[in-house]
């Protein structure tokens, strides 16, 4: 494009770039346009879409009709040539507006535009008189072209589609109002998108997608609008990458070399902008704005306004003629289609011009184009381009003549404003995914609630389960005792029928007896009324003899009769006499046994009523006892749950103390057995000392000597290097990335496997436990030979198990909680760095609080070989996927990311090598499905470091921080914390990049499985 430019500029004097962009926005989405093209009848070009608005300019008078410019082009060199031959022919009044064009040395015409602009008028100038109104009008909701008009090689494409990569200020038309168009939207609520096309030889085709050749012209049903569907539409993020795509249009678009231009172009390019804005509480009262009942509706229900307006920028291919183009073959069916389309629209611009009752639009597809520009509702700008020389006198009338008809066309300017219920939708589609969100958490909150509460019925059920079965137990006791009472009871109901029979019988007898006693008082009536008429009869008798004796007085003389008589009657009163005297004899007799019958039945009714009375009590204290023993038993029925829920929380309640007191005497008893076992066996020992004692002091000179004599062999043997403590795998894995000039060379292998043969070769004559005593040494030399001999010991695997049972382990833990020396300190590191390698002696580390001492260590030096030793320890921890939680607990991950502050690389390296064992036990957890959720480090701020440092780090730490990377985008969870801090596009980096097979495969893998990442990546990535 630039050799193109610079072969322009030297044949016209003028730098000429030709622009690139693209245009057409998504779809019109239902905006009004004008059906007709004739100005007079503005009802007719009404949209019948219900959501646009027309509004004119209150301030302009003239505010639809077509503004045209004419620009003069400089003298190039070929004009300078033929100046002798050719005079100017125009001349210029920028001042007045005016242009006169000669016809010969003493006649010209004079001509009046809106705005003249001389050779020297700059290209700002150019464009804020011409083209920034009508970008204005775009952003306010109006649709605007500008369009270049004239003779080929006059600088149409110079004026519109300049880049000025080297200078801005020549900068054309298009990308200064690409500047101020991005300058004044806002990428949050709107959108700028461009589509570029050319109309080439009548086919429309795309300069942004070249394999798209003819793009169809269609109308839309509803609006009547232009649109080209099959046209690439791109969203412009910024001024950059709209010069990117104007460049590559540039480079797409038909040129050639004529004999009036080297740089031709032939064809016509558009350059369409859909500017899409909302409307703000703050933009009511903009310009061209009206109040009607569709803006209080809007206000009133809260549906959002849109402005959706397009921008032409129209670079036509120059006029020419064949007998001054020189134009051939191919180039002359060139000019032939780019004179017919223009034939085509200065017919139309004639037809509106004179307001003919026929546009004929359809004649050509750049009129069809350009229908909505020339007699539509888009705010148009004309520049027509001429140059001085008179050796073109009659295409430079040509361009005046067609700029001064363009002037006479009138548009109706309307604005395209319409409810934004696409936005209201994708906000109501938010809303609603909200929702639906918080009404899955809600359910996802009430199963965890059915499932505790199931869970918590599940043990109630099982509790009631028990306390039923207690219940049933307790209920069997009850029913056994309610039967034996009620056997009782039916045994006492006997009894009391038995009194109850006895009774009735004593009752009889009673009545007996008041029978019989009824009877004797009868006879006593009977007797003393016998009585009565005894004494009666005698008293009878008396007065009967008294007058027998007065008879006899008187009848003394009666004789012998009367004597005897009185004899008889003596005799018969002496046998009376004797049987009332036997009479009363027995009567006595009777009266006595009657007296003593009497005592005898009222002693035996007293007696029974006594034990009457004596039943009777027992009898009511029995029916007490047994509405006693009814009221408990309906009050134990009626309160049988609730006191079996009651002894049932009593029982759990003392299950739970017998339980506790159980477990807490099981504890004390096994305390008090382990302490009574431990003083018996210090006991033991005590007394196995005491006798050892006397012997060992003896022995302990010569011992002495001995271990001297070893220590100064150690350290003669003990290398210096601190080196051979570290992990030994991860160190070796390394060694393999490296330069074959960085390793060890055989001789230095060959001495340590030597050093340390030696070493194990002392330990076995010295013994371990001997070594281990001289790490509690006061003496900081020997501690320090002491430790290196550990170390080099720990780090074959064969020794490792010996080290940590003869307490080696705690030796090294104890050395880094009280040593202040930095050899020490970075020596145990390394020795714990290489048990660590053993998952039994990591565990072991873990619970000994291995991985805090290691944290605190690293906080307090700032050694790299210290810290490189840490390093590894804590990277050989995290390598064990069940120790994560507890290492983050203890710092050991805070810690790691704290030495990054050291810089060394070796201990860089070191990091990254814990990172990716950290994130590689994830993933695997993931892919068992015994680890789920978003990962740990990710709280940590480990993915920002590895992102910072995946390029800038050395090769060793490279590969470490690549595979953290893979490692944790395998998890899900993590995608979103990728997206926003650009790990994706480093994963695809790293899928192309990286060094190693096995990690571009990994990621490779990785990116090809996340639905979130090819998603992100809309299909950038294969």
Known sequence: MASRSSQRSERQHIPHGRSAASSLSRSVDGQQSNLSLRPKAPSSRRSVTPNSRTRS???????????????????????????????DCVELQPELKRLKLKKNNWSSESFRFDEVFSESASQRRVYEAVAKPVVESVLTGYNGTVMAYGQTGTGKTYTLGRLGEDDASERGIMVRAMEDIIANTSQASDSVEISYLQLYLECIQDLLAPEKTNIPIVEEPKTGEVALPGAKVVKIRDLDHFLQLLQTGEENRHAANTKLNSESSRSHAILMVQVRRSVHEEEKDAPFQEKDSKKDLSNCHGIPIVRKSKLLIVDLAGSERLDKSGSEGRLAEEA???????????????????????????????????????GGSARTSLIVTIGPSSRHHTETTSTIMFGQRAMKVVNTVKLKEEFDYESLCRKLENRVEHLTAEIDRQQKLRDNDRIEMERNLTECQKSFGEAEKSLVTRSEFLENENSRLEIEIKGTLKELGRLKDLNDLM??????????????KQYQLESSTYQKVLADTTQMYEKKIAELMKQLDEERGHSASAEEQLDVMKKVISDHQKSMQQYQKENSTYQKALADTTQMY???IA?????????HTRFEGVEEELATVKKLSREHQNSNQIQGKK?????????????????????????????YNVLLADKAKLRGELDEVRQNLLIEGKQRKAVETELHKLKKLVPENDDDFEDKKSYMKENLDKPLGSRRSNQSRETISGQRATIAKICEEVGLEKILQLLTSGDIDVQIHAVKVVANLAAEDINQEKIVEEGGLDALLLLLRSSQNTTILRVASGAIANLAMNEVNQCLIMNKGGARLLANT??????????????GAISN????????????????????????????????????????????????????????GRSVLMEDGVLTWLISNTTSAPASCRRHIELALCHLAQNEDNARDFISSGGVKELVRISVESTREDIRHLAKKTLRLSTTFKAEMHGEWP
């Open 507 to 520: 009752q009889d007898e009673v009545a007996r007896l008041e029978l019989s006693l009824n009877h004797s």
């Open 647 to 675: 002894e049932i929380n009593e029982l759990k309640m003392k299950l739970q103390e017998s339980h506790q007191l159980h477990q807490k005497t099981v504890n004390e008893l096994d305390s008090l057995k382990a302490e």
């Open 607 to 615: 007696q029974l009523i006594q034990q009457q009375n004596e039943e």
């Open 336 to 374: 032939k289609f780019i004179n017919l389309s223009l034939t085509s629209l200065g017919k139309c611009i004639n037809a509106l011009a004179e307001n003919s009752p026929h546009i004929p639009i359809r004649d050509s597809k750049l009129t069809r184009l350009l229908r909505d520009s020339f």
């Open 602 to 604: 009222e002693k035996k």
């Open 57 to 87: 300019a209150d301030d302009d008078p003239e505010p639809g009709r077509v503004r045209v410019a004419v620009r003069l082009r400089p003298r190039n060199a070929e004009d300078l040539l033929s100046e002798a031959d050719f005079a």
């Open 877 to 932: 921890l995290c390598g064990n996927e069940k120790l994560h939680a507890v290492l983050r607990e203890d710092g050991g991950i805070k810690a790691l990311l704290g030495m990054v502050r050291s810089g060394n690389s070796d201990v860089i390296a070191q990091i990254a090598r814990g990172l990716a064992n950290f994130a590689k036990c994830e993933s695997r957890g993931i892919i068992q499905g015994h680890w789920r």
């Open 858 to 871: 690293a906080s307090r030096t700032d050694d790299p070989q210290t810290l490189r030793m840490v390093a």
